[in-house]
């Protein structure tokens, strides 16, 4: 299928749409190498830069894959699916458990590094979770994913804060179907509060393996009902 010519705009987006179409309709199939910059420049009517962010985008998008000294080659025909849409379908279980990964050991680290400034975050905080005790659930779990947030911030490692903020959005969705499911809230409806209270004091007085024993105790007891309920 011959590539033609592209009109002037936006060119990275049609270079990178003409070279996935040859890439997704099996005219380069897995494993082989595509022709130059110079090659595709040509062929495409457009200049090498143009052709260049081309070819990042199909290699952010799991397609291609440059080997240094050799070219660029074809590594998969269909696009790597994006981390929010991987979490947006991954069980319940896989999601809380690896939560319970993260989270516990930002607690530790919270309490190694926490600032004044980032105890007087998290007692405000706690402080909106017991009043959003009075909303529905969904105010409540956004309450509670803020004090959580809290938490990761105070561990003052700007990767991990990226990877609980790309993490929140499916978390939240799974716990407002998790405060319903299990009825977490009927009984008493701002569950939790001792727990979470109780990992604000430990990262408030620096005891690190307390924090993460507070939360790790807190998250096993929850993913366990799951379990129980998704063998």
Sequence with gaps: ??????????????????????????????????????ALARTLGVGRSTVREALRALAGAGLV??????????IATEPAEDWPARLRRAAITDVYEV??????QAARLAAERRTEEDVAALESALA????????????FVDADIALHA?????????????LFA??????RERLIDLVEM????????????????????AIRRGDGGAAEEVLRTELEQTLALLHRRHP
């Design 166 to 171: 790309e993490f929140a959005p499916a978390l």
């Design 150 to 162: 809290a938490v990761v911030a105070a561990a003052r490692n700007p990767v991990l804060s990226d």
């Design 128 to 139: 909106g979770r017991e009043r959003a005790a009075g909303g529905d659930d969904a105010a």
């Design 65 to 74: 894959q440059a080997r240094q000294g050799s070219g660029v080659f074809v």
């Design 182 to 201: 299990l009825g977490l809230r009927e009984r008493d409806p701002n569950t939790g509060h001792d727990t979470h209270a109780g990992l604000v004091a």
């Design 1 to 38: 299928m011959p590539l033609g010519s592209l009109r002037p705009s936006p060119l990275v987006e049609q270079a990178t749409e003409h070279l996935r179409e040859q890439i997704t309709q099996g005219e380069w199939p897995v494993g082989t190498r595509l022709p130059g910059e110079n």
């Design 99 to 104: 939560r319970m990964i993260v989270e516990t």
